[in-house]
């Protein structure tokens, strides 16, 4: 069936490092693709998102870019703060609804002063 | 501006007992409404969603059941919860054509 695998985690990182959490997916048809965040104790934010391919969303200094040849949506940052520490999770939607939502297991980021 | 309240943010309750969740979307008419769970070492899972008042979509067999009595009003419940229903409860909304929206949850520990 249709999935999303994002690299596992924790990862961590000193301020001002650059950041990739790769993301793929599997998928029938042509879905929209997401990156939410979840800072301690809340529950998600979008980040960004892409709806059909080269499309490259971006938010915060984050972008991710939909590659419909690698089926792929990596999130990076060139310069992480300790802000961003977070966990991270890459979702594809399905059925026609933006809200249904397949998502990867999440990554913890932690940034290092 | 649309606002979706969740509560509560925490939740302890005893294998056995009941369990009612509420979520209200405020700012928006006919939202499409969703329940996810984030279980430890499971990842996010959609639950339940719907897409009118009474309509309701179950997408994994389980213990829980949802409820839409009102537009902007989504409601989870268990009349008899288990050890395994222990997580955290999201509630989301969208319109169509749009990204979902989070609430920010309830921790739920069922002891």
């Known amino acids: 069936g249709d999935s999303v695998t994002q690299m596992e985690g924790p990862v961590t990182l000193s301020e001002e490092a650059f950041l990739t959490i790769n993301c793929t997916y599997t998928a029938t048809g042509y879905p929209s693709l997401f990156w939410y965040v979840q800072y301690p104790g809340e529950g998600l934010q979008l980040l960004l998102k892409?709806?059909?391919?080269?499309d490259k969303g971006s938010n915060k200094g984050f972008e991710a870019t939909y590659r419909k040849e690698t089926t792929s949506f990596h999130l990076e940052k060139g310069s992480v703060q300790v802000s961003d520490s977070a966990v991270y999770f890459c979702a594809r939607d399905y059925g026609g609804s933006q809200g249904n939502l397949i998502f990867g297991k999440g990554t913890k980021l932690s940034v290092k002063p | 501006s649309q606002t979706i309240h969740q509560w509560p943010a925490t939740l302890v309750q005893p294998v056995g007992s009941p369990l009612s969740l509420e979520c209200t979307v405020e700012?928006?008419?006919?939202?499409?409404l969703y329940w996810y769970r984030q279980a430890a070492g499971r990842g996010l899972q959609l639950l339940f969603y719907s897409v009118g008042i009474g309509q309701i979509s179950s997408e994994v067999p389980q213990n829980l059941s949802a409820s839409r009595p009102q537009d902007r009003q989504f409601i989870l419940s268990s009349k008899k919860l288990l050890l395994s229903d222990s997580g955290f409860y999201l509630c989301?909304?969208?319109?169509?054509?749009?990204?979902?929206?989070f609430g920010q949850g309830t921790r739920l520990t069922v002891v």
């Open positions: 700012g928006t008419s006919n939202p499409n």
């Open positions: 989301a909304w969208s319109a169509p054509n749009t990204e979902a929206f």
């Open positions: 892409a709806t059909k391919a080269d």
